[in-house]
């Protein structure tokens, strides 16, 4: 079997986005090229001793994404084609909130036979966000592990599996804040982690909302997984921030929490949003925010009527939380 590749260059601090917003739209397995040094913690999960001198960190990265390439050459144009233009369009999608994204260029190539999907197994096992366990599908939990909480979830991008600091900040701070008559807000919920985790853990209610429609499927997948009964769930596809539509479906003043997981550049205009959607002394729990960009959330949350109750930091990553004061 053939594969083509897709090659994008851009920036260390466009990877996760770029490779979780690609995730979500149907493109797995993607390959991360940098200069970024392992930490310690990426050395023990991937099994890595000694990390390769990869020189000096000059800030750019190339993502490469992998479909399989169809026989038929007109089969094969038209999957490249679309490829192509499904992560052009995401790469601008960024761009417009003023997101660095760098150069942004892709280039497409032809490779051998791969089992790119389950070379994932070789590097995720399962791990703990605390007293919480995360378990691929392929291990089986263990004795001593019978009586935790357990989030059943296979690999995608570090995103989408809780193995992320941004994911781990907001599963801390909800694990503070919920209580069985919680209603949630979870915007960008992507694989719909956090709203599923949140269930299980026993609240009334989540409603969360994504601008991709690929969000469905894997929300339903995870929910699956986890045996969470999908009537606590609802799922709006569209955008919060500008659409008035989805603002309405959502609600206004009728939820306890709010948590979004998104980068600094798009919690800037949604919070203003947020504040609109919490009844008074409503949580909003922020993530996804570089370490630096902090104190630009924390005034956005000031300016729309939040009192920041904490700031949390989890490697270059932090957490702004909130309470609403009207």
Not at 10 to 37: C, F, H, M, N, W
Not at 44 to 58: K, N, Y
Not at 152 to 170: N, S
Not at 244 to 262: H, L, R
Request: proline content about 3%.
């Amino acid at each position: 079997m053939k594969w083509l590749r897709f090659r994008v260059k851009t920036v260390t601090g466009a990877e996760d986005l770029l490779v979780s917003d690609l995730y979500d739209k149907g493109l797995e397995g993607a390959q991360i090229e940098d200069r970024v040094p392992l930490t310690a913690l990426e050395k023990e999960q991937m099994f890595v001793d000694i990390a390769p001198d990869t020189g000096v960190d000059d800030g750019v990265a190339y993502l490469s994404f992998f479909v399989e390439a169809p026989e038929d050459e007109s089969e094969k144009k038209r999957v490249s084609d679309e490829t192509y233009g499904l992560i052009e369009e995401t790469i601008e999608e960024w761009r417009s909130f003023n997101t660095d994204v760098g150069e942004g260029s892709i280039e497409v190539s032809e490779t051998e036979d791969i089992d790119w999907i389950n070379n994932w197994k070789e590097y995720f096992h399962q791990f703990y966000i605390d007293d919480l366990l995360v378990i691929p599908s392929w291990e089986k939990v263990e004795e001593k592990d019978r009586d935790k909480m357990i989030l059943r979830i296979d690999p995608g991008t570090a995103f989408g599996t809780g193995m992320h600091e941004t994911t781990q900040l907001c599963i801390r701070q909800l694990k503070k804040y919920i209580n069985k008559d919680t209603k949630l807000l979870d915007v960008g919920t992507g694989s719909g982690i956090l709203g599923i985790l949140s269930l299980m853990y026993g609240i009334k209610s989540v409603t969360a909302t994504d601008l991709d429609p690929c969000a469905v499927p894997a929300v339903a997948d995870n929910m699956e997984r986890n045996k969470v009964d999908p009537k606590g769930f609802e799922l709006i596809i569209g955008n919060i921030i500008d659409d008035k539509e989805v603002q309405d479906k959502v609600g206004y003043e009728c939820y306890d929490i709010a948590v979004a997981n998104i980068l600094t550049e798009v919690l800037l205009p949604l919070t203003p949003v947020i504040s609109k959607t919490l009844k008074k002394d409503g949580i909003y729990i922020t993530s996804g925010i570089i370490e630096g960009k902090e104190t630009q959330v924390e005034k956005a949350m000031k300016d729309s009527g939040f009192e920041v109750i904490g700031t949390y930091a989890q490697g270059e990553w932090r957490s702004v939380v909130g309470r609403k004061l009207d």
